[in-house]
């Protein structure tokens, strides 16, 4: 798989798994209009999501994250 592929594929899923436990979670706890729980669960994982990026260095491509949880990236 190309770097650029995986790259999509990882913020995809890190997105998806944080929006459908916040999706769940609230609404569980939270009686509130399914649209407006849908909105707050794709802001929050957006924020919350780790963000994956293809880094061109020394001849090749290599897929870096960057996560508010943790400091500086990451090579994958």
Known sequence: MKPKTR????NFLGFAILFL????ALGYFFEVNRFYLA???AIAASILAPKFAVVKAE???KVMMKWIFIKGFREL
């Open 7 to 10: 790259a999509v594929v990882l």
């Open 21 to 24: 436990v916040i999706r769940f």
């Open 39 to 41: 909105l707050i669960a």
């Open 59 to 61: 001849e090749r491509e």
